[in-house]
C-alpha cells in the first residue's frame, strides 16, 4: 500500500524560504511521477512541480526559478524547496504519485495522480 507523508509546511514572511518533504513507502514502480500540487481556499487544485523516474521536472510557471523539486531514492522522500515565496503561495501543498512516466512543460492534471498525501500548510504573509 501506497502511503506518502508530508511535512515541513508553516509560517513565513514574504521573501522566505521552506522546504517541503514527502516520505514515500509502498511504492515499487520503476517507471513514475511525483509532484507536488497545491490547493488555495476557494480555488482548484493546481500543479506546482513533478519529477519523472529519470529525473526530468517540470514547474508551473509562476513558481519556475524559486521553487525546486527533488528526489532522494535512497531515502524515498520527494522534496520541494521553496524559495522567495510570495502572499500567493499561500495554500495547502500535497504530494503526489502514479505509476505512469511525466513529461512536458508543465505539470500534468491532478486527475492523473491516485496516490496523495495529507498536505502541509503553507502561509506567507506580507
Known amino acids: 500500500q501506497v502511503q506518502l507523508v508530508e511535512s515541513g509546511g508553516g509560517s513565513v514572511q514574504a521573501g522566505g524560504s521552506l522546504r517541503l518533504s514527502c516520505a514515500a513507502s509502498g511504492y515499487t514502480y520503476s517507471s513514475y511521477c511525483m509532484g507536488w500540487f497545491r490547493q488555495a481556499p476557494g480555488k482548484e487544485r493546481e500543479g506546482v512541480a513533478t519529477?519523472?523516474?529519470?529525473?526530468?521536472?517540470s514547474y508551473a510557471d509562476s513558481v519556475k526559478g524559486r521553487f525546486t523539486i527533488s528526489k532522494d531514492n535512497a531515502k524515498n522522500t520527494l522534496y520541494l524547496q521553496m524559495n522567495s515565496l510570495k502572499p500567493e503561495d499561500t495554500a495547502m501543498y500535497y504530494c503526489a504519485a502514479d505509476a505512469f512516466f511525466c513529461s512536458g512543460a508543465e505539470p500534468p492534471s491532478p486527475r492523473q495522480f491516485g496516490y496523495w498525501g495529507q498536505g502541509t500548510q503553507v502561509t506567507v504573509s506580507s
Open positions: 519529477i519523472a523516474s529519470d529525473g526530468s521536472t
